[in-house]
């Protein structure tokens, strides 16, 4: 039987790559061989448990393949899996991937020599950018397309992100041999760990090139005015929030983009209100067209349509003008409008009015 690591690390198997990290770290925290009842073999299994789960391609290749890809019987699909594996040269050795857990020591870095030095930065996915668009109403009911411009961090159009200069000659990474990491021995708390940190000299890369871009200086990335096109999505409904997937800030490196979050803001209508799928209206009719009944033009959002008012429609009455109202996500159909009809009650009447409503009255 394989180990099984979401029990090692005390989580389901739907647990998200932050919640295996935090389930890593707070056990790694508990068992920390130096702590009052740390234990190291768990310490050791933890950090195994880590190096595959924390790997959205090694933990796929586990629940895919659970004990046989942990004794390494599928063959050749797992060249290079080899990140977890005790390394016996080294007494008392971790193989402990230090941007993971540079965080947790960095409390006590100054105490025990964990300074910053073997926690490099390393070419990461770009950030996600929130945005805020506002949109009208009726775009807001049948959906619309936006030009939005926004300031972002876009690869350079002159490297294509590669970071060198184009024709300048690109090789493999001396300092790491292009695997982008280098291992580093260092003396810590837990005696001599064997540290895994980006490679300095290609930051992660694995790629050397005699010459830097000019345009973007080897960062891979400039800062754009970026004009995209946006989908907004019929019903939308006022605070909910698009996700434009790698549309946010590209990863220095040519690491991937992050995610554009627009917000959606629906500015007010003073004819109209939203509630859910339906939209709400009023509608004044006087005194004679609440007694005697009419036809009256009503505004919904396709346009004036007639609605009829029978005899003795009292003030606060509702009328419901089917599927005129906001479509539903994905072509469920549309809501209703609803009218509430208020009376207006005659002011100012003449002598004569108020003596035939007095008769009304009898
Ligand atoms: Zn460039
Ligand atoms: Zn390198």
Same mark, same amino acid.
């Given at each position: ?14 647990? @998200? ?13 508990? #068992? ?21 789960? *924390? ?20 063959? *050749? ?5 080899? *990140?977890?594996?005790?390394?016996? =040269? ?55 397309? /936006? ?13 294509? =992100? ?10 493999? &990474?001396?300092? &790491? ?5 280098? @291992? ?14 980006? &490679? ?8 050397? #090139?005699?010459?830097?871009? @000019?345009? &973007? ?26 996700? %434009?997937? =790698? ?12 995610? %554009?979050? %627009? ?13 859910? #799928? ?43 003008? /089917? ?5 539903? %996500? ?33």
């Amino acid at each position: 039987m394989g180990k099984d690591y979401y029990n090692i690390l005390g989580i389901n198997r739907a647990a @998200t790559q932050e919640e295996i990290k935090k389930a890593f770290r707070q056990k790694a925290h508990q #068992y920390h061989p130096d702590k009052a009842g740390g234990d190291e073999a768990k310490f050791k299994e933890i950090n195994e448990a880590y190096q595959v789960l *924390g790997d959205q391609k090694k933990r796929t290749q586990y629940d895919q393949f659970g004990s046989a890809f942990e004794h390494g019987q599928a063959g *050749g699909g797992f060249q290079g899996f080899d *990140g977890f594996r005790d390394f016996s =040269g080294y007494t008392n050795g971790f193989n402990i991937n230090m941007d993971d857990l540079g965080d947790m020591f960095s409390g006590f870095g100054d105490v025990f020599g964990f300074g910053g030095g073997g926690h490099t930065k390393r070419a990461r996915r770009g950030r996600d950018i929130q945005m805020l668009l506002e949109i009208d109403f009726i775009e807001a009911v049948f959906g619309v397309e /936006k030009e939005i411009s926004l300031k972002k961090t876009v690869k350079c159009d002159h490297c294509h =992100g590669n970071c060198a200069e184009p024709g300048s000659k690109i090789e493999t &990474c001396q300092v &790491c041999g292009g695997s982008g990491r280098v @291992t580093k021995i260092q003396r810590t708390i837990l005696g001599n760990m064997q540290v895994q940190t980006t &490679c300095e000299a290609c930051g992660g890369e694995g790629k050397a #090139y005699n010459q830097k871009c @000019t345009k &973007c200086h080897g960062s891979g990335v400039c800062q754009e005015i970026a004009n995209l096109k946006v989908k907004i999505p019929a019903g939308i409904d006022n605070g909910e929030t698009i996700r %434009l997937s =790698g549309q946010g800030e590209a990863g220095e490196k040519g690491s991937p983009a992050g995610d %554009l979050y %627009l917000q959606i803001r629906i500015r007010s209508d003073r004819r109209f209100e939203r509630e859910g #799928y339906d939209i709400k209206s009023k509608a004044e009719i006087n005194f004679t067209q609440a007694a005697l009944g009419d036809k009256i033009e009503v505004e919904t959002v396709d346009g004036y349509v007639k609605l009829y008012i029978p005899d003795g429609t009292q003030s606060g009455t509702i009328f419901k003008l /089917k599927g005129k109202g906001v479509e539903r %996500l994905q072509g469920r159909g549309r809501g209703d409008h609803l009218v509430e009809v208020i009376v207006k009650t005659p002011k100012n009447l003449s002598r004569k009015q108020k003596e035939l409503l007095r008769e009304l009255e009898n």
